[in-house]
């Protein structure tokens, strides 16, 4: 799935290239819209009383954005048990070129203990599966 | 009362000055300095349950502030009536340069209504009088 | 000119509402893109040697926006004498309510020294007045 | 080397803990201070030419950190060769309990090719190994 961020001024450092600390952000971005897609957003999932903590997160920058640059995040999940949930993010400039690749690792959450969505919620964690496109190839 | 702040590189911009919307955030760790040293910690303060909106905020930049510098913030009230609270800062640069004044106003809230603090947590509203220098003299 | 901001959730604060400082983000949001449709996009400015500093801030909360909502930024200039900019921003969240008013001051500089758009770029300056929406009514 | 951090109120998100994208920000603040101690101050760094780009990130959040803690970062080298400088940073709430663990890695670049440290600095490089603490056990 395509997610698109445009970057701000305030966004940059003092390098002229986006601070490294918004790609973390640009990968929540991203998720929000991934999950508002596949029919689970997130503002549903809270009212559920349903947490979604980030557990990891890892970056590799591989060429630098700068302002006024449209990146593309095309996000996908590499993992999804109903118990945790791995997503990938391929973020790439308007000429194509790869900017960064990064990971997020997140497990459910309710009352305080992990929840196993596909037990509990099974219609939440079906609807994940509607796409095989949501899903990295293996 | 004097706060500090060391000028962070992710709050840097592309025109290698602090992006001015730090200041703001900055207003924020003074005020928050500001009540700790009064002896009404915002912590505390949001355990009775009581919340400190900020209605207004405004700031004039006088002097750019670059990575690695510390800037002084003097941090005082210029009214403060137990319903309202209005906070001025004026910020220092290490050599003794105005680089911002700013202000912002707040009330006082508890279950969703406005509370005279003056009335209702009098030991807390007399905790800011103790000290004459809390307050911009007029 | 209308401009929208969705909000995210790293904009969020433990308050459940967004941060008071990100209305200083959106509004420079805005503001890019207010430039950008005026025909004078910020890259191409600073490409020409010209700064557009902020010199002054301020915003009134008038209602909380959360997690989720879209802001639409109504966004005009109320001075523009080719030496300063004054810019308005009126936020409304999507029901219509008006949930922040807020104005930044600007000036143009070049090679450290005021610069007077008018008289130096004129094409730019002129730019501006093409549609008459661009200004607040007076 | 020990770096501390005092959460902010604008570090908070909706689930009143600390967004875990300010870690990254953290991250640098410590990294900052570590390049400082050890005599090789970042302005410096830069003045001379060289930049030390960020590479890659990783974060494995442990234990949620709330607004009002102090949180303790043990910063040190796992890897330095002059080319590359992988950091290593371990974070602790005041009660001792490990809240995060995270790397950074990074290089050094002058005039846009890598540099070697080591060959060209010795100087600088040399630094580093003033104090063995500043590296990790291994």
Redesign the interface.
Known sequence: MKYQHKV???E??????V????Y??WM??AR?FFLEQVGA???KIEEMGI?C?????????LNMVR??ETVTIDVRLSEFSGVKMYVVYDMYKADGTLCCTAESRHCFMKDGKVLNLKRKYPEVYQKFFEDPENFVDK
Chains 1, 2, 3, 4 share one sequence.
Request: with cysteine.
């Open positions: 701000q001024y305030y940059t450092d003092k390098m002229a290239i601070h490294h600390s918004n973390v952000r929540e971005e929000v957003p997130f503002e947490l903590p980030v557990l990891e997160v890892s970056c590799k920058y302002f006024g």
